[in-house]
């Protein structure tokens, strides 16, 4: 073989002076470069450095004119709001004179008021004690009949108690029996019964009144112990089938349980050897190998479809096992011997799936070698025929020429003649034609870089464009802020003024508001209400001003909103305004509040008032009519046989019962309603005295004269005032209303008071005890005043339940004053709902007690 050719020396040296010219000439020209981009930053920051200068004149120079106008401004709104102050003050002194003349005319005119309503108590107090005296004489003598009275209901009670021991020592054992016999076992059913004919026989006929009811009751005992122990003995048997269905369903679970297993042990094994299949079909790919390509994608391949097999066969044993866990899980008895055969089975699955995984993720790492091979041969045979592609004169390199159709071609850019230039010094060598091919990724790089340059320069341009037209916008905009802020200044004081003109009066109601808080409890009904009134008329025009202000304010937030900067100029003035007047609007409403609830409270009071004096003039109709033998509901026909009712028939019928009562509370009871007034106005004839008062309709008598009690502890409805010989009906919860149609009476058996009436709530009727002998009070007076708990319609119509007609909508803690009760249907389905009167207003209306599915909507007061 022959020796290697060697370089001689001189070749060596010029080859070394070659490669120093040619560095020596790329740092000249990396000098140069650098040299000519110096001087542009340095041109750059001196024309920057010149513009900032020339801002900053006109700048200080705007500065100092706008001082200068804002010294003048400040200086004629100083004047302005000096001789508007001492106008002001001139206003505020006369204002303060006219307030203490009137205020000394209302406290003499107010003296006068008291030193007369002084006289006409004195004189209502005398005539008071007269009608005292005359009612206690009458009380003494009522008293010394009811005593003796007493003493004649006492001894016959005495007789009565001894006839009713004996009664309930008999009724006792009875009941004992029946006790136990309702208990009665399929054990002792039988001597329990003949212990019941036994007391029958021999007791039955000292239980008095109560020996059909006795004999009906051990008649449903019996057959109810008897039906008892029948169903007894059943399901015992039912027991007893039972147990020997569920021993065989437990042998039936434990034999799938075991078929299960096995089962699954066959679908492993299936699965392990396809794991292993794929394994073995990988083993050549493990390690070092010399396999070609094409071998190695096709173990590969065959590798991952036997993968995808063994895969899918540890699916199988997965999915069949969380399908059939429920087989498995049934058979508890063997629950051990299933477990420990799955805890044995799991790690097989564990084991196939994981060996099965393994050889998939070897053979798609030995694909992916050999895919990546392939594709860096492919890319390099791409660069070759790109290169083969742009090089028009096959010389084996790209000339400037060819150079710029590859740039066009393939960056989509026209290359510069400077970076043209640059690429040529960098990558052809001298004596050269143009670009190698071992230098053409070189090259691809530099044309990159180039169209980089190309468009950081013209971006650079497009910023100077935009930062110039952003200066002139921003100029503009600076110039509408300053007009705006001039034109909005001036508004912004009046406001602010306007908004000081309302303290006095808000103070002055503030004040008055305060004075009906401290004298609240002492006031009569009128003035708590016409205070009240006066308070609201006095803060109207307060309301009206601040609404005004209120709306101005908004519109000048309107546009300083439409302007952001003014937001930061403005935002001490906007935010003391806005402040201000959510001050005085707190305030209002404050006022408004106690004026509100002042006049809640008048009507509260007055209804308070009417109401006493209803069940005064209620009681004494109701003892008048009871002491007949009659019922509150014949009133209306013994007071005015001929239909034709009035308050003075009604003195002149209690006058005559001994039930006094002054004609001044029957007119006031009587007193009809404004908006029935002016329904009777409208129905009258002409040849009717317009003076003469309506006469008084059997609906208003019995509104009057209806006594309502409220459950406050739960107690039964039964179907006697006799506790001993009443039934259940059913029990009445708290809250619950009834409607008294006959008593208090007295129990003598027990001693308590009873009432007789129906529950408003489902229209049963029945006794109920007001009452118990230990002091346990269950119904108390209420139930004509209800409170709103849940907001709902106040309808014109009863079934009107949706609120079609609507009259009004009533809100939580509104108070409805009872005119009539009613039940939309008889059926289950019907719900209880009220005619009222909304206490502080004229509103008149039917309104639901509570719905079908237990909604509450109203409660008794």
Known sequence: SSSPRRRSPSQDGDRRRGDDDRRRGDDDRKKEDDRRRGEEREKESKEQQERRRVDEEDRRKRDEERRKNHAKEARSKEEEMRSREAELQKKRDDKRRREDDERKKVEDERRKERDSQDKERRTEAEKRRGEDEKRAEEVAKTKAEEDAKKQAEEEKRKEDEAKALKQQKATLAVLRVLQKLSNATPENFEALNTELESVMESELTDTGPQQEILKAEANRVREYAKQYVEQVRDQQKKLAEAEANAKAKQEDSEKGAREVIEELNKLIAVAEEASEGSHYTCAPLAGEHSLEQAAVVRIASAVEQAGRLAMVACSNCADFLMSRKNVIDEAETIRGETTAALMSLQ?????????????????????????????????????????????????????????????????????????????????????????????????????????????????????????????????????????????????????????????????????????????????????????????????????????????????????????????????????????????????????EGIAANGRQLASHKAFAEKEALRMEVAARLRVAIEAQGGKPEDLFEQIAPDGKMDVYVIKAYLTKHQCEVELEKLEVVFAKEKKDEKKDEEKKDGDVDDKSKPPIVKEDFMRVIRIFYKVIKEIVLSDNLLIEQSRQIRRMDVGEVMEVHQGPMLDPSVGVYRVHGKALKDGIVGWVTVAGNQGVTFLMPGGNVFQVTKPLPLTEELKDTDGANLVRELKEGQVLEVLEWARTSRSALGVTRIKAKLQGHDAIGWATISDNEGNAYLEAS
């Open 347 to 591: 790690p097989r699955i564990q084991q196939a799936t994981r060996q099965a995984t393994e050889a998939m993720q070897r053979a798609a790492t030995q694909k992916d070698k050999v895919a990546r091979k392939v594709a860096a041969s492919k890319f390099q045979e791409k660069i070759k025929t790109q290169q083969k592609h742009y090089d028009k004169d096959g010389d084996g390199v790209l000339d400037r020429k060819e150079v710029i159709i590859y740039a066009k071609a393939e960056f989509g850019f026209d290359l510069p003649e400077e970076n043209l230039d640059r690429i040529c010094r960098q990558l052809v060598k001298q004596g050269r034609k143009g670009v190698r091919l071992e230098d053409f990724q070189i090259l691809k790089t530099a044309v990159g870089i180039a169209r980089e340059e190309v468009r950081n320069k013209r971006k650079r341009v497009e910023r100077i464009e935009r930062e110039a037209r952003e200066k002139e916008e921003a100029e503009k905009r600076q110039a509408l802020v300053d007009a705006k802020m001039a034109e909005l200044k001036d508004p912004t004081a009046e406001l602010m003024t306007e908004l000081d003109k309302l303290g006095p009066a808000v103070q002055a109601s503030e004040a008055a508001a305060q004075d009906l808080t401290s004298a609240a409890g002492t006031l009569t009904t009128q003035d708590l209400k016409s205070k009240s009134e006066a308070i609201i008329v006095a803060c109207d025009p307060a309301r009206k001003a601040w609404t005004d202000l209120r709306e101005k304010t908004a519109a000048l937030h309107k546009e300083v909103e439409a302007m952001p900067e003014l937001g930061e100029i403005l935002k001490t003035e906007l935010s003391a305004l806005t402040s201000r007047g959510d001050m005085y609007d707190m305030r209002l409403k404050t006022v």
